[in-house]
């Protein structure tokens, strides 16, 4: 029952991630800047959770850990285009942008973790 709980948790987390960056997107000016970084972070930033849904069903343990992979890629590019947003500012609403990067930094965390651990649990068998 736990390891469910601790799914759901983080397949939770993922979806709330997504929503905080879609509420960003929709928050940036509609200037070259604001479209072109709206573009980017709406890729970006909602695509580790519908990433993390596959690799939740992976084939394999090396299918796992290239979904997780993907993942960690993608948020990495999204703490990225945060750290910009925040810096121009293109915002107003910078505790937003506040709140989703330090979650940002959090599932890059999981997700090194969890591909680090996939990587041993492969080698011992």
Do not use: W
Not at 76 to 91: A, G, M
Request: hydrophobic letters at 35%.
């Amino acid at each position: 029952m736990q390891d469910k709980k601790r799914k759901y948790d983080l397949e939770d987390r993922m979806v709330e991630f997504s929503i905080k960056i879609i509420d960003i997107v929709e928050k940036l000016p509609n200037t070259k800047a604001g479209n072109h970084l709206a573009g980017q972070l709406i890729r970006s930033g909602t695509s580790p959770t519908f990433n993390y849904g596959e690799a939740e069903s992976a084939e394999s343990i090396n299918d796992f850990i290239h979904k997780m992979s993907i993942c960690l890629k993608e948020l990495r590019e999204t703490r990225l285009c945060l750290i910009i947003i925040k810096r121009k500012p293109l915002i107003e609403d910078i505790p937003l942008v506040d709140i989703t990067l330090k979650e940002n930094q959090e599932l890059i965390s999981i997700f090194g973790k969890s591909i680090n651990t996939a990587e041993k649990n492969k080698k011992k068998k």
